[in-house]
């Protein structure tokens, strides 16, 4: 799929994590919530390995 593909070109992080559980595959974007995690909210941010000056966000609400 397109989605798959854009994928490769991308590098994923997250931030404002509590847990040291929670964390995010960089190559494919999946994003791993600790059952202990205390976070309300997360932010991850995709960056283009093509173009370093294009990226995007996403908030994830955590439902405790």
């Known amino acids: ?35 202990d995690e205390t976070a309300d909210t997360l932010t991850i941010t995709g960056v283009s390995h093509l173009d370093n000056s294009k990226s995007g966000t996403l908030t994830v609400t955590v439902q405790h």
């Open 1 to 35: 799929s397109a989605g798959k593909i854009a994928d490769a070109f991308c590098e994923y992080s997250v931030t404002g994590a509590q847990s040291a559980n929670t964390k995010i595959d960089p190559q494919n974007g999946t994003l791993y919530v600790g059952s």
